[in-house]
């Protein structure tokens, strides 16, 4: 098993220009989420997914997007790049029991900056 | 609302030294989960340990060790005979419903001196 991968591991962007992190797993997870790492902050739940078809906002999603298609992949998107978007993206997915998610496997970090 | 707190910014001892990684956590619910997740300046996250809020048995895993009281709220980890391998930023997490994910403290950046 490759466990969650994301795609790009580093990326640069200027303000206004659009991109997609791409997360994907292969354990057959239900739940998906987005966060970002930002100093000082912890992580942050940006946006989750309990399963295909099925998305939802966390705790800072503005200025993102996401979709669920398939149960293995869990697309981000930026659809206009800003300043302050600038952070680490982690994708992680797990699954739910009785509503309650087993251990979390995150990926390996995507880095974003936004000029 | 949830709400973790990890009152430690940054630790630093000498290798070999114990050394407790504070947390404490703010729920009304009463079941949940609490997590430890390493984060070693490789940037990846690993997981530690997951504990139920049912389960009030303290958890040793070699050097690791985990001390949970509900009484105080706390989630304390404490790693024995410490090891530069463990300089890291070590985050406590809590969920209380699966689909509002995690709600993470901080984080505690651990240094470990040779």
């Known amino acids: 098993n490759a466990g969650v991968t994301q795609t790009p591991k580093f990326q640069v962007l200027k303000t206004g220009q659009s991109m997609t992190l791409q997360c994907a797993q292969d354990?057959?997870?239900?739940?998906m989420s987005w966060y970002r790492q930002d100093p000082g902050m912890g992580l942050r739940l940006i946006h989750y997914s309990v399963g295909a078809g099925i998305t939802d906002q966390g705790e800072v999603p503005n200025g993102y997007n996401v979709s669920r298609s398939t149960t293995e992949d869990f697309p981000l998107r930026l659809l206009s790049a800003a300043p302050s978007q600038t952070s680490v993206y982690f994708c992680?997915?797990?699954?739910?029991?009785?509503?309650?998610?087993?251990?979390?496997?995150f990926g390996p970090g995507t880095r974003l900056l936004v000029l | 609302a949830q709400k973790v707190t990890q009152a430690q910014t940054e630790i630093s001892v000498v290798e070999k030294e114990d050394v407790t990684l504070d947390c404490v956590y703010e729920t009304r619910d009463t079941t949940y989960y609490l997590f430890w997740y390493k984060q070693p300046p490789s940037g990846e996250l690993v997981f530690l340990i997951r504990?139920?809020?049912?389960?009030?048995q303290n958890e040793i895993s070699g050097r690791y060790s985990w001390n949970f009281q509900k009484s105080t709220s706390s989630f304390n980890f404490t790693i024995t005979a410490s090891q530069v391998v463990d300089s890291a930023v070590y985050f406590c997490?809590?969920?209380?419903?699966?689909?509002?994910?995690?709600?993470f403290g901080k984080g505690t950046h651990l240094i470990i001196q040779p």
């Open positions: 997490a809590l969920e209380v419903d699966g689909a509002d994910g995690l709600t």
């Open positions: 354990m057959n997870h239900e739940y």
């Open positions: 992680a997915s797990s699954y739910l029991d009785r509503g309650l998610q087993e251990t979390q496997y």
């Open positions: 504990r139920n809020s049912f389960d009030e």
